[in-house]
Nanobody
Framework: QVQLVESGGGLVQPGGSLRLSCAAS??????MGWYRQAPGKQRELVATITFGGTINYGDSVKGRFTISRDNAKNTVWLQMNSLKPEDTAVYYC?????????WGQGTQVTVSP
């Protein structure tokens, strides 16, 4: 049974930092990553990383966010720096196994003075 457990969300001031983590169990995943969804908007890519370490970032977070992964621990992290109010959203962990996606329940990130 696949389970994704996210942690690390919260409230932060603009310019601050947060680190999200997602621990996966139940399988080895070819791709792990993060998506986000703000109120009234579609879910969008934040960052993904393959088992081999290939990384892809959404345009709005390039240069500010860093994704990393520990294959032995089946865990992915998202280091978010220079946060902006427009980064406010629910952040979802996603893991892909044999082209089948699995989602975490989401963690709220709020960037506000």
């Amino acid at each position: 049974q696949v389970q994704l457990v996210e942690s690390g969300g919260g409230l932060v001031q603009p310019g601050g930092s947060l680190r999200l983590s997602c621990a996966a169990s139940g399988s080895i995943f070819s791709i792990m990553g993060w998506y986000r969804q703000a109120p009234g908007k579609q879910r969008e890519l934040v960052a993904t990383i393959t088992f081999g370490g290939t990384i892809n970032y959404g345009d709005s977070v390039k240069g500010r966010f860093t994704i990393s992964r520990d294959n032995a621990k089946n865990t992915v992290w998202l280091q978010m720096n220079s946060l902006k109010p427009e980064d406010t959203a629910v952040y979802y962990c996603k893991a892909v196994k044999y082209n089948s996606p699995f989602w975490g329940q989401g963690t709220q990130v709020t960037v506000s003075p």
